[in-house]
């Protein structure tokens, strides 16, 4: 699966934006997929997932830090994974990644999903 993350961009604090990651070469419902965030000097964290749960059932799921104010949603027929980030704040600021796997129950860790998109840069200002 190839993954292609979008939607890069400078907003100020109290601003929205939403990335896009547009899935080819696999079948996007069969996979969880997630966002993760890498800030300068610091490690890869997970962001937010939504999980395959059946054939025709997702989960979403958190970092307690984005609940409320960040909203990850998937468009199989589109093959797209999106991430609606609203009200940010400089902390944010990172660079994202979305990610595909297969791993059961709901992975949180870099190392349970096996495809990578090529990251997108948010910049928040203050």
């Known amino acids: 699966v190839l993954l292609q993350a979008s939607g890069r961009g400078l907003v100020q604090a109290g601003g929205s934006l939403r990335l896009s990651c547009a899935a080819s070469?696999?079948?996007?419902?069969?996979?969880?997929m997630a966002w993760f965030r890498q800030a300068p000097g610091k490690e890869r964290e997970f962001v937010a997932a939504?999980?395959?749960?059946?054939?025709?059932?997702?989960?979403?799921y958190y970092i307690e830090s984005v609940k409320g104010r960040f909203t990850i949603s998937r468009d199989n027929a589109k093959a797209t994974v999106y991430l609606q980030m609203s009200s940010l704040k400089p902390e944010d600021a990172a660079v994202y990644y979305c990610?595909?796997?297969?791993?059961?129950?709901?992975?949180?860790?870099?190392?349970?999903?096996?495809?990578w998109g090529q990251g997108t840069q948010v910049t928040v200002s203050s």
């Open positions: 939504v999980s395959r749960t059946g054939d025709y059932t997702y989960d979403r």
């Open positions: 990610a595909a796997g297969t791993r059961r129950g709901k992975p949180t860790l870099s190392r349970e999903f096996d495809y």
């Open positions: 070469g696999g079948t996007l419902s069969d996979y969880h």
